[in-house]
């Protein structure tokens, strides 16, 4: 699932000093998640401070297992509510990965009725018609 | 002097949205009909400039629009040595003039050097197309 | 993380006490006005702001020059000077925005309460005005169209790529999760949206006045976003509402009874997104709500079964309805059972909800007509109205920082 | 019962001040935590007991981001502001009326080398999409080319020279004095050493009459100021600074720096009313003023205050200025210890931190006797200030 509309734009993510390390990490085909090493404790998405010790320099990146089961999810049916530049219907999961953190992602290759709370999903990488780098979550084994 | 532009930028339009920007739209209907069209109030007869729906002295919510006689003074100007758009030539002068009729619009001005402007200078206005889709009313030493 | 609200047990040492909170019985809602809600108004929002606060004013007995503060909340076309040159009112001396759409719906009565009580301002307007149906949409994928994510918003940059642009989406996540947390079916939900249009056949100023639905016309409505049907959807309103503020010493002199804002409450709960709530630990309840509902029952001295009436902001079925068991109004889990025939939210029901048509099938003002209609109900003067009303809660929007207002006689 | 007025209902119990920069190399998400993190140090306070937030709506991300960094539980009262600083306000009544303890005021700006920057010259040339009704008031100046702040000043100051006589041997009194100032103050990255009258009669005239001195640059920055009541300040590290009034003034005809329409257009009726009523509220009059922040974004704006608070009569501003002695450390009334924003950028909330030092007695250029202190910002449009005490 998730196929593209030509000549529509596909969004890109914001990055700035806080998010860098997790956007190279895709451009790479890892998915990393922000590690404070000090609390030894995950934050998604990034952040410029860790909550539990308010420090800024204890802040890293740590790959992920990339694999999770998914949380919850929606799927467009109609155009109404999705964004134009995708072809219907997409699903989107939010995942809970085995960090603990959840994250959202389009699927691969999950027909739409396949996809439940509870299956389990791996990460994986494509690269975008507009060249930019996205993962999303295929089946897997549980 | 007149205000030179840079024919490859494209000069700041107003807006003309539609119902996006209701209240003005009769102002720049009538500058492409070459008036100065003025928002008068039916209730009081306030002059409403800028335009806007409700008057601020009675509250009515009831307008016509006047044509303004086109003429007026200096009120202030300011001279731009540096263009803070593209589009512009510096040096120029924006001018604000006070109509007759009371309300200050800003401006520029037709064959007068920054230099030579000065406040309380009697001018009147005339209408420069700038751009396909651009008229402007600008204005001109009077008599 | 939350502690407080996984445990269901709300601190309130770490709050100032009741005694020093000055909004509390002395701050009224004393005007309430609208235009028409339309699907296409033809006039500019600067246009129609003027005349919902006009009529505002007018209702209280006011003149316009008495206004000196005002408040909305951030998404508004409007600017402040534009407004007040056309108003006219000479000194405004108080005004505040506040971020986080629909759950300011009543952080904007909460801020400007506090200006009264303050004393920084004696007579504060709440407006809001929207062309929605006819011009700009906010939430609809097809306008999403040339925009990215900026500096000062990058999280959309993890969901928006994926085509997951409107909060419709956003929600349909949480949503689904306390559908499968507590088995809640799709012939449950319905009712919300149900009960809410039969409130809007009595009421000739609702969107679908005179455009009665049954349940099963709901169940054979579109899914526009799995798991949320079209009915479980918001309008589209061309509009504008406005209500002002005041002391309740000051209301004595005015036309109208005094709504008397008994509790107010704002909260921001951590890991707050615009509905992207994913990272808390339980995402098949509403945070927000809850810190909401707990305030507001700790200021007002009072719990749900003392509320007479409630106006929940509902821009989907769901948002409604895990509010009712956020608030108190039934048990965790029980919202579907709770809905379910619609009776208990209906007039003579547990807690009658929405009782002018809501998001759903009155107006989509971002709350401002909840806030008329809580008042209304205060006054007696609602179309659907509920016997001897002595509180009437009111609150903002689910998934986002939130507020709400408990008014009272 | 409502209280009469937040006289002296409130207090500021910490401030953070990130250094200055014009390239800073972090998010303003970064600034705003780090600055918050500093204020609550400052304070001595927890930081998981802030429990209200308020900024300038277009400065830094949203009290929901920076909380994420923050960690903090739940807030119960945020909300955003327009102007100056305005938001100022806000945490005050938060905490005046019981909303909630601990309110941080943060502005995190990134204006040079963050990506806003961008967004908002443009939003003057009208070139992106943005279909705020808010765009309409340029639709009137853009076109004849009268775009951005230092050439909407300049037609307010051709005609204030017009007619009041003042020059710019007059004005050019405040970028001296404010020079003088910056060069004692760390953070204030502008000047290292004081310029002569001389250099700023040769600096760049861009919109005639504004010279490029007239001009506050912009810089990158975050500060932090921490109000909660005055009984929880007592236990606090700090020696509180009391609030003693708190006031913002509207009036009519007015735009940002384009309040044309107006029959006089070379007063500040915003601040004249904002003034009056910080007066009303405190119980005291310009003379008890022993310190003043004004807001120099714009020179021109600087006699203006001087006469629309009450410090000197109307037209008598550029006297009052002239030659430096009444505004500099040790005059009649000095004015911006801290180098202004001349010195130090455009970044308002610098003014209320500089009043905190001072009152504190640990500003870089300390004042003697500073114990009443006037705070002024949004000239030449909404108006808002403070009256700031000693304990």
Not at chain 1, 113 to 118: F, K, N, P, Y
Not at chain 2, 4 to 16: C, F, G, L, T, V
Not at chain 4, 18 to 47: M, P, V
Request: hydrophobic share 35%; with cysteine.
């Amino acid at each position: 699932m998730a196929e593209y509309v030509q000549g529509i734009p596909i969004m890109r993510p914001y990055i700035d000093q806080d998010n860098q390390g997790y956007w190279d990490a895709v451009k790479n085909h890892k998915l990393v998640f922000q590690h404070c090493s000090k609390c030894d404790k995950y934050h998604h998405p990034p952040r410029p401070m860790c909550p539990s010790c308010h420090s800024q320099d204890t802040l890293e990146w740590k790959e992920s297992s990339g694999k999770g089961i998914i949380y919850s999810f929606v799927m467009f049916t109609t155009n109404k509510m999705a964004y134009p530049a995708f072809k219907l219907p997409y699903a989107v999961v939010l995942v809970e990965m085995e960090e603990g953190v959840r994250i959202t992602a389009n699927t691969h290759e999950i027909e739409p009725d396949e996809v439940q709370v509870g299956l389990p999903v791996e990460v994986m990488f494509e690269e975008l018609p507009d060249g930019q780098t996205l993962y999303r979550f295929k089946k897997r084994e549980a | 002097m007149t205000v030179e532009y840079n024919p490859d930028q494209k000069i700041p339009h107003p807006a003309m949205w539609g119902v996006l920007y209701k209240s003005s739209t009769p102002f720049w209907e009538g500058v492409k009909n070459k008036k100065i069209m003025l928002q008068k109030c039916k209730s009081c007869g306030n002059l409403l400039n800028p335009p806007r729906p409700m008057c601020p002295k009675c509250q009515s919510q009831e307008n016509e629009w006047i044509t303004a006689k086109g003429t007026g003074k200096i009120y202030s100007w300011v001279t731009f040595n540096e263009a803070p758009h593209p589009a512009f030539k510096a040096p120029y002068a924006a001018v604000l003039v006070e109509l007759d009729e009371g309300p200050r619009i800003v401006s520029n001005m037709v064959d007068v050097k920054p230099e030579d402007l000065e406040i309380g200078m009697a001018v009147e206005v005339t209408f420069e197309d700038v751009a396909e889709d651009l008229t402007l009313p600008k204005f001109r030493k009077a008599g | 993380m939350l502690q407080e609200y996984m445990d269901r047990k709300y601190r309130t040492d770490n709050k100032p006490s009741v005694e020093a909170n000055l909004i509390k019985n002395n701050v009224a809602i004393v005007g309430i006005g609208q235009t028409q809600y339309t699907k296409n108004s033809g006039r500019d929002e600067l246009d129609l702001a003027c005349e919902a606060i006009q009529n505002a004013v007018d209702d209280a007995g006011l003149k316009m020059s008495d206004i000196d503060g005002f408040d909305t909340f951030i998404l508004d076309r409007l600017s402040l000077p534009m407004l007040i040159n056309s108003l006219g009112t000479p000194n405004v001396r108080f005004s505040c925005e506040v971020s986080g759409g629909g759950g300011a719906g009543c952080a904007v009565a909460v801020h400007a309460a506090a200006a009264v009580a303050t004393g920084q301002a004696d007579y504060v307007c709440c407006y809001r005005s929207l062309n929605e149906a006819s011009g700009h949409r906010y939430g609809r994928g097809d306008d999403f169209i040339e925009y990215m994510p900026v500096a000062l918003t990058p999280n959309y940059g993890y969901i928006w790529p994926l085509g997951f642009v409107t909060p419709l989406g956003w929600a349909g996540v949480w949503g689904r999760r306390w559908m499968h947390e507590f088995n809640i079916t799709r012939e449950q939900l319905g009712w919300w949206p149900v009960v809410l249009r039969e409130y809007a056949q009595n009421n000739p100023e609702a969107t679908y006045f005179g455009r009665p639905m049954t349940h099963e016309d709901y169940m054979e409505s579109p899914m526009i976003v799995d798991p949320l049907k079209l009915h479980d959807c918001c309008v589209n309103t061309d509009g504008a509402a406005a209500y002002i503020i005041t002391t309740v010493e000051r209301a004595k002199d005015l036309k109208q009874t005094p709504a008397i804002i008994a509790a107010s409450a704002q909260c921001c709960p951590i890991e707050q997104e615009i509905q992207t709530i994913y990272q808390r630990p339980s995402i098949s309840g509403l945070v927000e709500t809850w810190y909401v509902g707990q305030e507001l029952y700790r200021v007002a001295e009072c719990g749900p079964d003392d509320i007479d009436v409630a106006q929940l902001y509902d821009p989907y079925s769901i948002g409604g309805i895990i509010q009712l068991e956020e608030l108190g109004f039934c048990e965790r889990g029980e919202g579907g059972k709770f809905v379910e025939g619609g009776d208990n939210i209906r007039i003579d029901g547990k807690i009658p909800c929405n009782t002018a048509g809501g998001l759903l099938s009155e107006a989509y003002l971002h709350g401002w007509n909840l806030v008329i209609e809580g008042v209304r109900q205060i006054r007696g003067t609602s179309y659907n109205q509920v016997k001897d009303v002595e509180l009437s809660m009111v609150t903002g929007g689910p998934g986002v920082a939130s507020s709400g207002i408990i008014l009272r006689r | 019962m409502a209280i009469e007025s937040i006289k002296d209902k409130t207090a500021i119990v910490g401030i953070g001040v990130i250094d200055f920069s014009t390239n800073i190399g972090r998010s303003e998400w970064y600034s705003a935590c780090q600055c918050i993190k500093l204020a609550a140090d400052d304070a001595g306070l927890n930081i998981y007991d802030i429990d209200g937030m308020v900024k300038n709506i277009d400065d830094g991300p949203d009290p929901s981001y920076v909380q994420k960094g923050l960690g903090i539980d739940n807030l119960t009262y945020h909300s955003e502001s327009h102007w100056g600083t305005s938001a100022m306000m806000n945490a005050v009544q938060g905490v005046a009326s019981g909303s909630c303890n601990y309110c941080v005021y943060y502005q995190a700006a990134h204006r040079v080398s963050g990506p806003e920057k961008s967004i908002s010259d443009y939003r003057v040339a009208r070139e992106v999409k943005d279909d705020s009704l808010d765009m309409i008031r340029y639709d009137f100046f853009s076109p004849f080319g009268l775009i951005g702040q230092p050439g909407y000043v300049a037609m307010m100051y051709r005609r204030y020279m017009h007619e009041t006589g003042i020059t710019p041997e007059q004005l050019g009194w405040i970028p001296v004095v404010d020079s003088e100032n910056a060069a004692k103050n760390p953070n204030a990255i502008f000047f290292d050493k004081p310029i002569t009258i001389d250099d700023y009669m040769k600096s760049k005239v861009i919109a005639d009459p504004i010279r490029e001195l007239d001009c506050a640059p912009k810089v990158d920055g975050a500060i932090a100021i921490i109000v909660t009541t005055p009984e929880k300040a007592k236990s606090m590290k700090q020696k509180p600074v009391i609030i003693s009034s708190n006031a913002a003034g509207m009036a009519p005809e007015g735009q940002f720096h384009t309040s044309y329409t107006r029959d006089v257009i070379t007063e500040l009726p915003e601040m004249k009313n904002m003034g009056d009523e910080l007066f009303r509220i405190a119980g005291i009059g310009p003379k008890d003023i022993k310190l003043a922040m004004l807001d120099d974004t714009f020179t021109p704006y600087v006699p203006l205050q001087l006469e629309a608070l009450g410090f000197c009569g109307k037209g008598e501003g550029a006297a009052f200025i002239e030659g430096g002695e009444r505004i500099r450390v040790g005059g009649e009334l000095p004015i911006n210890p801290d180098g202004g924003l001349i010195g130090q950028g455009r970044f308002d909330t610098t003014r209320i931190v500089e009043a905190v030092r001072q009152i504190r007695g640990t500003s870089t250029n300390q004042v003697a006797g500073a114990d009443t202190i006037l705070v002024a910002s949004g000239a030449g449009g909404p108006a808002d200030g403070l009256i700031l005490r000693k304990a």
